[in-house]
Nanobody, 126 residues
Framework: QVQLVESGGGLVQAGGSLRLSCAAS????????MGWFRQALGKERLFVAV????????SYADSVKGRFTISRDNAKNTVYLQMNNLKPEDTAVYYC???????????????????WGQGTQVTVSS
């Protein structure tokens, strides 16, 4: 069983930055690709970013490219999402998730993920 706990959300003005963290309680964190998704009120859950098991590969949604950076520290069982130049449209609940699927399966869809955190609210004011 994998438990994921997100932190770091909050209220920020447009143009500001936040850093989300996701701590995993799991024996072998490096067995999982780790993703971030977000879900705005009344909308579907959308892919934001994903990082491979080793951290050597990353992929981003077009809407966040150049503004968000995903990283991981396998020694700390933690994945991060650095969010810069935030926009009101980034407002959502952000979820981290763990996928045991291989990287070449392109883990961009929620259904590909095995475990989810409880989410953390990010609100960007204009």
């Amino acid at each position: 069983q994998v438990q994921l706990v997100e932190s770091g959300g909050g209220l920020v003005q447009a143009g500001g930055s936040l850093r989300l963290s996701c701590a995993a309680s799991v024996r072998t964190f490096s067995n999982y690709a780790m993703g971030w998704f977000r879900q705005a009120l009344g909308k579907e859950r959308l892919f934001v970013a994903v990082i491979s098991r080793s951290g050597g590969s990353t992929s981003y949604a077009d809407s966040v490219k150049g503004r968000f950076t995903i990283s991981r520290d396998n020694a700390k069982n933690t994945v991060y999402l650095q969010m810069n130049n935030l926009k009101p449209e980034d407002t959502a609940v952000y979820y981290c998730a763990a996928a045991s699927t291989a990287w070449d399966r392109r883990p961009f869809m929620p259904a590909q993920y095995d475990y989810w955190g409880q989410g953390t609210q990010v609100t960007v004011s204009s």
